[in-house]
């Protein structure tokens, strides 16, 4: 039996273009994932946000002074710009006051899980210092 191979199909045969492109079926399943990924994003980008204000606030308290005091002190400072920045995800308890050498360094480290549908989440964690 001979081979087909090599030999043009009944398009080429009838000076017809091959024909290219995406199935319906794979234009839709691309469009899905992009939709998917982009509601993920969304969802996403304020806990990012959230986690550039603590660090800015950290960093700001250092800038002002106000890490020099004891740890009570650094707490209340903490909750004070708190309220200004409206910041939910850390409190003054969850931060973390060391001393390295004579500086003190403040370290707040947290989780956010964002729903993203059914018993679907996506968790991030987030670790946010006045020496990063």
Do not use: H
Not at 29 to 47: C, D, K, M, S
Not at 60 to 81: C, D, H, N, P, Y
């Amino acid at each position: 039996m001979a081979s087909n191979e090599g030999a043009p199909s009944r398009r080429q045969r009838q000076g017809l273009p091959r024909e290219q492109g995406a199935s319906l079926v794979l234009t839709l399943l691309g469009w899905g994932i992009v939709a998917i990924v982009g509601v993920t994003a969304a969802r996403a980008i304020p806990a990012y946000v959230e986690a550039a204000s603590v660090r800015k606030l950290l960093k700001s308290m250092e800038q002002a002074g106000e890490t020099k005091g004891s740890v009570l002190e650094i707490r209340r400072a903490f909750e004070r710009r708190n309220v200004i920045e409206g910041i939910t995800s850390v409190t003054a308890d969850d931060l973390d006051i060391t001393k390295e050498g004579r500086e003190v360094v403040i370290t707040a480290s947290w989780s956010r899980k964002i729903p993203i549908g059914g018993n679907v989440n996506f968790c991030l964690d987030f670790v946010a210092s006045n020496r990063q």
